[in-house]
């Protein structure tokens, strides 16, 4: 049996937030019970809980590359933007071997523009282990008043 690309996506995220310096808690989440809800729920001290889906560039034989997102993951996404909750898209490009890091809100243009056209709207593009979510996320977070 084939491990899917984004299952080791997620197992290579999982093993560098809990092994690294920061101290993350990470939870994949498969859930038939709330369709759309993001793969993976995350704490950390600091931040609190955030939510991140994991996406893979599926590239065409041109090599355009699509992120391929559901209408009740974006519902899901829209809703929770909408209220200001923290809501990541992490999509992992293979042919790069790099990960690109989105806040939630470019989620439509992720589902509907070809992914070469999105990726300078990054909050990071890279190696997963040069990500550094807690700097990158504590300069994102809304703050609640």
């Keep these: 049996?084939?491990?899917k690309t984004e299952t080791n996506f997620y197992k290579n995220l999982k093993k560098y937030l809990e092994d690294g310096d920061d101290k993350f808690i990470i939870t994949r989440i498969e859930s038939y019970a709330t369709p759309g809800f993001p793969d993976c729920l995350i704490y950390h001290n600091d931040l609190g809980f955030f939510t991140i889906e994991l996406k893979v560039i599926r590239r065409n034989n041109k090599g355009i590359g699509k992120v391929l997102i559901s209408p009740l993951q974006m519902a899901w996404h829209i809703l929770h933007i909408i209220h200001g909750a923290p809501v990541y898209i992490l999509v992992y490009d293979p042919g790069k071997?790099?990960?690109?890091?989105?806040?939630?809100?470019?989620?439509?243009?992720?589902?509907k523009l070809p992914f070469d056209e999105v990726v300078h709207e990054a909050m990071y593009s890279g190696p997963l282990a040069g990500m550094q979510l807690v700097q990158l996320l504590n300069s994102e977070t809304p703050k609640l008043h």
């Design 1 to 3: 049996m084939t491990v």
């Design 97 to 111: 071997r790099a990960v690109n890091l989105f806040e939630g809100d470019k989620l439509p243009k992720l589902r």
